[in-house]
Every structure is written in C-alpha cells, then in structure tokens.
C-alpha cells in the first residue's frame, strides 16, 4: 500500500463534450497493488485522507475520503448532508485513464477521469 495524489477531471458529457479540468477534484488516498483503495490504512490514518473540489462556479471546498453507512463518501463538514458518493470505489481502480461516477449532495451523478496519480513519500 503507498498513499498517492490523484487528480480528476470531470469526463465528456453533454455540458462538458470536452470534459473539463476546471471541475477537478484532488484526493490524497491509499492505494493496494491493484489501484485499489486501502481501506485498512484508511481506518489506520483518517486524518490523511483528503478530499480538494475545486469548480469555477464556487469556492473550493475541503473534505475528507471516508467509509459510512457502507459507501465511500468525499465530505466536507459533519454530518451526511453534503456527502458525495462514490461509485463502488472499493473495485474500481484509480490509475491514470480509469473512471469514477461521483454523486454530489443533489443527487447529480457525474463522471470524472483520473487524469494523475502520483505516489507520495512516506509521511
């Protein structure tokens, strides 16, 4: 397991047909061999796991990548009220080129592409 620094970008769509790197976000993660997530070093070290959306439409936000309520969630202030759901994210691989569909707190699912990942020395 190493923790890596992914970007993603929001994919084509008919808003975006050239998808858009200006709705990115930024997560600090553990990945397995597989670019899977670690959840048991997640559970060892929670304070690592960030989350940074960033849209032209409204300021950055800060959260953090956590497990509840048995679904990967991005949130940003106590509660489930703004969770952003992730999409089987316990089997989807993060490497560069994979997918992922993202929920927000509207119910809006949208899909993103990991456009980088790097790994990031040991804290």
């Known amino acids: 397991m190493t923790w890596h620094l992914i970007r993603l970008d929001l994919a084509r769509s008919a808003a975006h047909p ?3 790197r200006e ?3 930024l997560l600090c993660i553990p990945l397995d061999n597989h670019g899977l997530i670690d ?3 997640i ?3 929670p304070e690592r796991a960030t989350v940074l959306r960033s849209s ?3 300021p950055e ?3 953090r990548v956590g497990h509840t309520n048995g679904r990967w969630v991005f949130s940003y202030l106590p509660g489930d009220g703004d969770d952003e759901e992730l999409f089987h994210l316990e089997t989807h691989p993060l490497r560069e080129g994979d997918f992922m569909t993202i929920t927000d707190a509207s119910g809006e ?3 993103f592409e990991v456009s980088s990942s ?3 020395a040991a804290a």
């Open 56 to 58: 032209p439409d409204e």
């Open 109 to 111: 699912a949208r899909c």
């Open 39 to 41: 959840r048991t070093a």
């Open 23 to 25: 709705h990115c976000y």
């Open 61 to 63: 936000r800060t959260g």
């Open 118 to 120: 790097r790994t990031l």
């Open 43 to 45: 559970r060892a070290e």
């Open 18 to 20: 050239d998808g858009s």
